[in-house]
């Protein structure tokens, strides 16, 4: 087992820092949020590798990278449309004493390294120990439903955003009538529908931390927070559409106020 920890932890940390030189090569580092969903499917495939003989290890590490290319592809597109460094990223390093890309590699690449292993584990334990039972279905189902909302939320978001008559209004049709965040919610059920494979074997429950704090992320701190704070204040209807319109969980939309 150590040398499975060790073995991913590597492959992890040989992502984000191919992704540092990269970002140190364009003067930007925005190219991190790219490397987040690669870095989870580089740890699955290393995991199934040490684990070859074991069916699980290759379902998991299956179900990884699908969901992680699909992000990384995701978010590239997206950062081709929008020239120049994230405004977060660039908010950030100006805060930086002496050296930006050594600030960088402390304060984004090595925290991203450390949060990805961690909430990777689920994957790393299945692989090798949880079993291949008929159980298996209800984590495959579970992923599946992330995965549906999570794509057709950014699928719904992009062709959104792509259209100009959107320009200044918000997106209330779809998926994100049910939630503001289909995307983030999908993503969440996503690592606990990989949670609920490894839970197959004890050892598996061990790994529940991974799974609560992708959620406390995408839910409380880096994920619908900012998003929220952001459209606030540049979108002059969101306050009508928060009042009516679920911020995690899908469920019907209530009536808003000004209705």
């Given at each position: ?10 492959a992890?940390l040989a992502v ?6 990269v970002?140190?090569a ?7 949020d790219?490397?987040w969903?690669?870095g ?8 199934a ?5 074991r069916p ?5 590490a299956a179900?990884?990278a699908?969901w992680g ?17 994230d405004?977060r990223?660039?908010?950030m ?9 050594a600030?960088a590699?402390r304060?984004?690449y ?13 994957v ?8 291949l039972t ?5 984590g ?5 439903v992330?995965?549906?909302f999570?794509?057709?939320g ?6 959104f955003?792509?259209?100009?008559a959107?320009?200044?209004k ?5 998926l994100?009538?049910?939630?503001r965040?289909?995307n ?5 059920c ?5 949670f ?11 790994t ?6 992708m959620?406390w992320?995408?839910a409380r ?9 952001h ?5 002059p ?11 995690f969980f899908?469920?019907p939309?209530?009536?808003s106020?000004?209705?």
């Open positions: 087992m150590l040398t499975l920890l060790l073995a991913t932890a590597a992890a984000l820092a191919g992704a540092f030189a970002g140190v364009r003067g930007m580092h925005k190219g991190v790219v490397a969903g690669l989870f499917a580089a740890v699955a495939v290393t995991a590798a040490l684990n070859a003989d699980m290890a290759w379902l998991v179900l990884t699908i290319v699909r992000l990384a592809v995701h978010i590239g597109r997206s950062a081709r449309l929008h020239p120049g460094e405004p990223y660039d908010e390093l100006r805060r930086a004493k002496g050296s930006r890309n600030y590699f304060s984004v090595l925290l991203q390294w450390i949060t990805l292993w961690f909430v990777s584990l689920p790393q334990i299945a692989a090798r120990y949880a079993p008929a159980l298996a279905a209800v495959v189902v579970i992923w599946a992330g995965l549906f999570e794509a057709v950014d699928q719904q978001l992009a062709r955003r792509a259209d100009p959107s320009k200044g918000v997106l209330d049709t779809g994100w009538r049910w939630t965040h289909p983030y919610f999908g993503d969440a996503v690592w606990w529908g990989l609920a494979l490894a839970a197959l074997h004890w050892t598996g429950w061990l529940v931390l991974s799974p609560l704090l959620t992320f995408l701190k880096t994920g619908k927070p900012l998003m929220e704070k459209l606030a204040e540049t979108r209807g969101y306050a009508d559409y928060v009042a009516r319109t679920s911020g899908p469920r939309p209530r009536r106020a000004r209705s």
